[in-house]
């Protein structure tokens, strides 16, 4: 669920941001630039590989405009409010009002950036304005996300990448086998997720195992 508020939104801005022009997170270089025309994020929860951020000052959420950060903040596993900066007229590379924004996550263990996405529509960019969200997730492997927002961490057995191994997959692999015509030639986009023994072949025995992993 998602909703708006502007209430505080100017008192906010009085508490949070004085003369400083802003502060740049050292890892990512992303930076945070104080404007009249602020927008504020409140994002619940955060998922990499189905697991919560780290917080106390470890994993960060950053929010862009096309490319441009328009401001982070360090994860809070209670609720992480980031404030955000708009084009007041001295900013043009900066959202205005109705403009979309995006999402990454600062993955500090690792020293990685992945893109992050929430499930739920959600608001762009308001002037002034009070953003939920409930979630985030991101993956660290190249698979899409799942409804649920679970990511595919393996896909061994599962190239349909619906997070089940099941007779769907087993069928789409009995095709792939049968309409090889030179199984070398058939491997690069589906190899991780078919060749369950890993003998850089798809063959009747991937067949065997996967039937054994579903029994």
């Not at 470890?58 to 441009?68: A, K, L």
């Not at 209670?78 to 993955?107: A, H, R, W």
């Not at 060749?195 to 072949?201: L, R, V, W």
């Amino acid at each position: 669920m998602v909703r708006t508020f502007k209430l505080i939104a100017p008192f906010l801005m009085s508490l949070l941001f004085n003369n400083e022009r802003g502060w740049i997170h050292p890892q990512t270089g992303w930076e945070v630039v104080t404007s009249e025309s602020m927008c504020f994020y409140f994002i619940n929860s955060t998922y990499l590989d189905n697991l919560n951020l780290e917080d106390e000052q470890n994993d960060v959420i950053g929010v862009f405009f096309n490319d441009q950060n328009i401001g982070w903040e360090f994860y809070d596993e209670q609720l992480t409010l980031i404030p955000t900066s708009g084009n007041d007229g001295t900013l043009p590379d900066y959202p205005e009002e109705g403009d979309p924004v995006t999402f990454k996550i600062y993955d500090a263990s690792e020293d990685i950036i992945f893109e992050a996405t929430p499930l739920d529509s959600f608001t762009p960019f308001e002037v002034h304005g009070f953003i939920v969200i409930m979630n985030l997730y991101a993956c660290s492997a190249d698979f899409p996300i799942l409804e649920d927002g679970t990511c595919i961490v393996n896909c061994m057995g599962d190239p349909n990448l619906d997070g089940q191994v099941d007779i769907l997959d087993l069928l789409e692999i009995i095709d792939l086998i049968i309409n090889c015509d030179n199984n070398q030639g058939c491997l690069p986009d589906s190899l991780e997720c078919t060749d369950y023994n890993n003998d850089q072949i798809i063959d009747i025995l991937d067949v065997i195992l996967i039937i054994h992993t579903i029994l």
